[in-house]
């Protein structure tokens, strides 16, 4: 079983910077691979980043390679997300999700999730 609490989130002026941490509870925090996916009002959930559970690999979307980074520290049980030349565009709920296994691009392989920190970007 994996907790999951986001925070970090806030009101951001485009091209502003934000870093989103997730905080998880249980003991096999670093066997699992660890995403971060997004919802925006009216909006599918969609996938964000990932990191897998070795620190070796990382994924993004295509909308934001370049700008945001994913890390984790399996010492104190965290994953973060470093967002920066923030757009409006990229405002919308952030949600931290575990996936015991290997890490994905789809929601449907994460097991655990967090509340969601949201994130606004004014123009």
């Known amino acids: 079983q994996v907790q999951l609490v986001e925070s970090g989130g806030g009101l951001v002026q485009a091209g502003g910077s934000l870093r989103l941490s997730c905080a998880a509870s249980?003991?096999?925090?670093?066997?699992?691979?660890m995403g971060w996916f997004r919802q925006a009002p009216g909006k599918e959930r969609q996938f964000v980043a990932a990191i897998s559970w070795s620190v070796g690999s990382t994924l993004y979307a295509d909308a934001v390679k370049g700008r945001f980074t994913i890390s984790r520290d399996n010492a104190k049980n965290t994953v973060s997300l470093q967002m920066n030349s923030l757009k409006p565009e990229d405002t919308a709920v952030y949600y931290c999700?575990?996936?015991?296994?290997?890490?994905?691009?789809?929601?449907?392989?994460?097991?655990?999730w967090g509340q969601g920190t949201q994130v606004t970007v004014s123009s």
């Open positions: 999700a575990a996936a015991f296994g290997a890490f994905s691009r789809r929601s449907a392989a994460y097991d655990y």
């Open positions: 249980g003991r096999t925090f670093s066997s699992y691979a």
